[in-house]
């Protein structure tokens, strides 16, 4: 249901019942809509190919998107782990992908799915990437298990967008922040905040990745990655251990000025339209 403005409500007629039609299970490796075409690498998990068929243009750099690591965090100053990401950690990366343990391609009449489980060190993750007939947003829908100590868990998206700037959601506004490494003081904004999307784009065309709980991120060159979970021992020896469920959106902009869309996506992802009968 579409145009209902905030604090509001819309009357709709159901116009009859149609038999649901269940989502029948595929064994290829690619799921497509009206805006899409997506490639899976079923050993992995990445999405090794994704296609904008408005643009006819690949957006997945050569290595694929949504790569799940693991670097070391452990902070070199005592009782500072919880608020210290030390630099040193993204050098050092303990596992990329995880080992898949199992993979099932959905299609139906409204949507297509891809679920995922992997296992990742001692953890797991549970995740679907789900696509809308007349949707231009890629959703990931990801649960984690966390039971890791001194780590931290991102998903890695490398784009072909080549930009010296990425563009963040700040409260009240946006912020530009370089790419690239080139002072000492870009190379201190190894990790840096972002509210609900954070966007690279080029020209007239960009992609902007946006979620509804996580605000940490690191972007170099063309690679956006997103902070999903830490293990630090103190203060807190228990800290984030244990089930986390997140979303995540991927859509594509024709503009390198973020205009209105973007800004209440993310909101309309947190609050989600109810239908009362």
């Not at 693991?70 to 950690?89: C, L, N, P, R, T």
């Not at 905040?193 to 979620?211: Q, R």
């Not at 902070?227 to 024709?254: E, M, V």
């Amino acid at each position: 249901v579409e145009d209902i403005p905030p604090f509001s409500f819309k009357n709709i007629k159901m116009v009859g019942k149609k038999e649901r039609k269940e989502q029948k299970e595929i064994f290829s490796n690619k799921i497509e809509n009206d805006f899409y075409k997506i490639k899976i690498d079923k050993k992995t998990g990445r999405i090794i190919s994704l296609i904008d068929k408005r643009e006819e243009r690949e957006i997945c750099d050569e290595n694929g998107i949504n790569i799940f690591e693991i670097f070391e965090d452990k902070s070199i100053v005592k009782g500072q782990d919880a608020w210290d990401i030390d630099y040193m950690h993204q050098f050092k990366c303990y596992e990329k992908d995880g080992k898949v343990e199992k993979i099932k391609i959905e299609k139906g009449m409204i949507s297509q799915k891809v679920i995922i489980k992997k296992k990742i060190l001692n953890s797991s993750i549970l995740q679907e990437i789900i696509i809308y007939k007349e949707d231009p947003i890629i959703y990931f829908e990801t649960e984690v298990d966390w039971k890791e100590e001194e780590k931290v868990l991102k998903v890695a998206f490398p784009l072909q967008i080549h930009t010296d700037y990425a563009t963040c959601d700040i409260q009240f506004g946006s912020i530009k922040r370089p790419t690239h490494r080139n002072t000492l003081y870009e190379h201190a904004k190894f990790e840096i905040p972002a509210h609900k999307w954070i966007d690279l784009s080029e020209g007239f065309y960009g992609v902007s990745i946006l979620n509804d709980s996580k605000y940490g991120f690191s972007v170099k060159e063309n690679v956006i990655r997103i902070t999903l979970l830490r293990s630090p021992l103190s203060p807190d020896p228990t800290a984030d251990r244990g089930t986390h469920k997140f979303t995540s959106l991927i859509t594509d902009n024709y503009n390198t000025e973020k205009g209105i869309e973007i800004e209440y996506m993310p909101f309309e992802l947190i609050n989600l339209k109810l239908i009362i009968n």
